[in-house]
């Protein structure tokens, strides 16, 4: 139980579904006196509790799946430790939209590949290059 609580808030956050982010919170709390005795034994659970306390960076990258750039944009956030961040590709925002609303203006400038990088779903220019995106993670 205690294992779900991190990828529930992430979901949560990513979707802006604040029922996830609820039960996520729930579970946190319905743990508190166990992990007041044994944080060590609940790293996961602490680290989802902070996940949920802070500022929350959404980075999206859209593009076509076989782009080169897109692959180096992937690789880069994936290389980097963001642990108050959550990532999703766009290469389909027809469908995407469904799940994540904002992705449906979060698309691929001029046929490139392209990425956002947001906090609290206030997102800053389009970058349209992995070096672009290193130097804003920085």
């Given at each position: 139980?205690?294992?779900c609580?991190l990828?529930?808030?992430r979901?949560?956050?990513?979707?802006?579904?604040?029922?996830?982010?609820?039960?996520?919170?729930r579970?946190?709390?319905?743990?508190?006196?166990q992990?007041?005795?044994?944080?060590?034994?609940?790293?996961?659970?602490?680290t989802?509790a902070?996940?949920?306390?802070?500022?929350t960076?959404?980075?999206?990258?859209?593009?076509?799946?076989?782009?080169?750039?897109i692959?180096?944009?992937?690789?880069?956030?994936?290389?980097?430790?963001l642990?108050?961040?959550v990532v999703?590709?766009?290469?389909?925002?027809?469908?995407?939209k469904?799940?994540?609303?904002?992705?449906?203006?979060q698309?691929s400038?001029n046929?490139?590949?392209?990425?956002?990088?947001?906090?609290?779903?206030?997102?800053?220019?389009?970058?349209?290059?992995?070096?672009a995106?290193a130097?804003?993670?920085?």
């Amino acid at each position: 139980v205690q294992t779900c609580a991190l990828p529930i808030s992430r979901l949560g956050k990513l979707t802006s579904r604040r029922e996830y982010v609820d039960i996520a919170r729930r579970t946190i709390e319905r743990f508190a006196a166990q992990i007041q005795h044994y944080p060590t034994g609940f790293a996961q659970m602490l680290t989802a509790a902070d996940f949920l306390i802070g500022e929350t960076k959404e980075i999206i990258i859209a593009g076509r799946a076989n782009d080169a750039e897109i692959h180096a944009m992937l690789r880069l956030v994936a290389e980097k430790y963001l642990p108050q961040s959550v990532v999703a590709f766009n290469y389909e925002p027809e469908e995407l939209k469904h799940y994540i609303e904002q992705a449906e203006y979060q698309i691929s400038l001029n046929n490139q590949a392209t990425a956002y990088l947001c906090e609290g779903f206030v997102c800053q220019m389009p970058l349209g290059s992995s070096s672009a995106l290193a130097s804003a993670l920085a």
